[in-house]
């Protein structure tokens, strides 16, 4: 079975798999977004995500670590390393303390904010090649990366909001019955402009009527998103 997702947070992504699992599903591949899954026993794997230091692979200590304590290590796509170990075996989990999961949730903030950073110019030229050109292309791709854009900031601020809480955590001043809540960007607005972007590519295929029709309608959905994002708390 493949299953397509798109997840930039490793803990959502991380909760899905184990369901997977808990279906009897067990993940065997991943590609840009596909998730390829094999028939197993009910909850027979318990999955974790981790981020590597590199690229795409793993050092030979880390891979070597692994096999040691019983963790297959899955897939490893850009910096997110997927791993599994049988249910078995007893609890999976990576960082079992605050400090360490700080240092964790901390190397991936960073890389989020460095991403966001680069998307933001990427935008900013498409945007001035667009408005100055008058090519349609170049805006169509200033929106898809203000959409990304809006996603990363969105990272940044829910790995703020945990970081945190586990400083909180380790320095006993967290207040169970209050919590914060990290204030995203709608996800609306990212919407609205995918939506945005795809008329701007498919102008000359499509009708003039459809095409403001369409561009309408994403403009109410970022109207929409922008009115939830200031109504947040």
Do not use: P
Not at 18 to 44: D, P, V
Not at 104 to 130: D, N, Q, S
Not at 155 to 174: P, Y
């Amino acid at each position: 079975m493949i299953q397509f997702r798109l997840y930039f947070d490793k803990d959502a992504e991380t909760q899905w798999l184990n369901h997977m699992s808990a279906q009897g599903w067990a993940m065997k591949r991943f590609f840009a977004g596909f998730y390829s899954f094999e028939k197993s026993g009910k909850g027979e794997y318990t999955y974790q995500v981790d981020f590597g230091d590199r690229m795409f692979k793993v050092s030979d200590a880390y891979r070597e670590f692994m096999q040691d304590t019983g963790i297959e290590i899955v897939q490893t796509w850009g910096y997110w390393v997927i791993l599994r170990r049988k249910a078995s075996d007893g609890k999976f989990e990576l960082y079992t303390d605050v400090d360490s999961s700080i240092r964790h949730y901390t190397k991936i903030r960073r890389m989020f904010e460095a991403v966001t950073i680069i998307e933001l110019i990427c935008m900013l030229v498409e945007l001035y090649i667009g408005l100055v050109t008058g090519v349609e292309a170049g805006l169509a791709c200033a929106l898809i990366l203000a959409a990304i854009l809006i996603t990363c900031v969105n990272q940044v601020r829910k790995l703020n909001n945990t970081i945190e809480q586990l400083q909180a955590r380790m320095e006993g001043t967290e207040d169970m019955g209050t919590k914060k809540r990290c204030r995203n960007i709608s996800g609306f607005m990212a919407a609205g402009l995918l939506i945005n972007s795809c008329v701007l590519m498919l102008s000359e295929s499509i009708s003039r009527n459809i095409k403001i029709s369409v561009q309408l309608a994403a403009i109410i959905l970022m109207l929409v998103g922008l009115v939830q994002t200031c109504r947040r708390k």
